[in-house]
């Protein structure tokens, strides 16, 4: 093999696999467990692959814990029908939601949302995607 080749090779070796490992999958959620949490967003990031919403959520202690939603692309949020249309500034942050969904198998505050809810009681995103 020419030199060309093996550095070809090498670069494909190492780079390639990247894009693999960048999108972890569901499995980082346990879709055995549904947990529920209501705070107030600090955070709306409508960017791919998938939309996050940060909310502080205070907890029975009354300490404030940080927690982590994940949804769907913006894309497919954007092009589902119903009476929510999906936008950059669909949420702000002050605003208070209730999410529902899967959380992170290894404890952390994150989860998989499967339910949210706006501190209207209007349903944004609901059941299994």
Request: proline letters at 6%; hydrophobic letters at 40%.
């Amino acid at each position: 093999m020419s030199k060309l080749g093996s550095c070809c090779c090498m670069v494909l070796l190492v780079v390639g696999p990247a894009p693999l490992s960048a999108h972890h999958g569901a499995g980082v959620f346990d879709a055995e467990q549904l947990l529920t949490v209501t705070g107030t967003v600090t955070q709306f990031q409508f960017v791919n692959p998938h939309v996050l919403i940060d909310v502080n959520v205070v907890g029975e202690d009354g300490d404030e814990v940080q927690w982590a939603g994940e949804l769907t692309s913006p894309n497919r949020l954007v092009r589902m029908s119903g009476d929510v249309k999906w936008h950059k500034d669909i949420l702000q942050p002050g605003d208070v939601i209730t999410m529902t969904g899967h959380p992170a198998r290894n404890g952390a505050p994150a989860m998989d949302i499967t339910v949210l809810v706006d501190a209207e009681g209007v349903t944004l995103i609901g059941g299994p995607r």
